[in-house]
């Protein structure tokens, strides 16, 4: 069924938009635009054509609040660190939070688990920066998952017909169907790489819950992470309704480098959790499933098909994308 809310046509609108986009495919620049020919329609594009209440319903989840012992166990564990070096550091950090449950508590022994936050950042390449400031943040939130964890930027399962290669810096997969996709970049990228993971993100997220969708997953929903500029961005996709990829914005915040930083986390503690439990329903909805042999792999009716991150290709008779 058509999306409306609140009087407005939802689907019809965008779908519109979406046409005239298309006509002028070889002149567009604009990521939210460009996105919008692969049928996602980011937060940006979706403020051009409605009011702010509609856009907060389309493309926000309701704030979640960190728990109490979440708070606890990270400002006093940050606190701590600030004046201790490491091995002290991580003594308290282990009476803090071992034996804890919480998400802070996952966080602050990821981030212990070496030296690095307790010595003075360098800035280095993305390598570096995903082994000092990322990998914990990656871990903490999923690693209890059993998922697969891919870092070495292996090649991104995608649709049986889809010619793009991808490597994302990091994906997670379970039964070989990747529900969480990263792009991270050092906070000294080039804004035109950094650019380039705002495109290819979503449309990693949209490629990955098509592949749930065609293998019968009830429901799934795909976990993006943004990492540029010091700060990260969690986003979830669905599909609700017909042709409509919309990312609804988990939250964002930014990512400590060193020990003095720890509290950042403290903003990101409740996305991340509710991304921990988008990601969880998922699995569960995949080990759900009916044997396959029952079940032959299916395309949804609500499904529409995935164009290349650069040189969209919509078919003839239009001209082919150019610099995209």
Known sequence: PALEIDGFDISRTL?????????????????????????????????????????????TRQKMEPTAEDVS????????????EYCDSLMFIREKALGSTSIAANLVLAYSSTSDFWQDAVLGNEDTYIQR????????????????????????????????????????????????????????????????DNRRVPCMMKLSLDQLLAANVK???????????GRCRLMSLQLVHEALYIPVELGRFDVPQSKYQLSLLLPGIAPLMVAKDLVSQTINAIKSRPPSFKVPQTTSPLVRPSYHVQGIKIPAPLPPAVGL
């Open 15 to 59: 779908m519109e938009a979406r046409k005239v986009l298309v006509r002028n495919q070889c002149h567009l620049s604009a990521t939210p635009e460009i996105l919008a020919l692969n049928f996602i329609f980011t937060r940006e594009l979706l403020e051009d054509h409605f009011p702010g209440e509609v856009v907060r319903a389309l493309a």
């Open 73 to 84: 166990v990270l400002v006093s564990t940050a606190l701590y660190s600030v004046a201790h």
């Open 133 to 196: 400031s990322v990998n914990g943040l990656i871990t903490a939130t999923f690693g209890a998952l059993n998922l697969e964890q891919h870092w070495s930027r292996d090649l991104l399962p995608t649709p049986r017909n889809y010619e793009e290669q991808l490597f994302p810096d990091y994906f997670g997969s379970f039964k070989k169907l990747p529900i969480v996709v990263a792009e991270i970049k050092s906070p000294t990228a080039a804004y035109d790489m950094v650019e380039l």
């Open 219 to 229: 429901n799934p929903v795909v976990v993006g992470l943004l990492i540029n500029e």
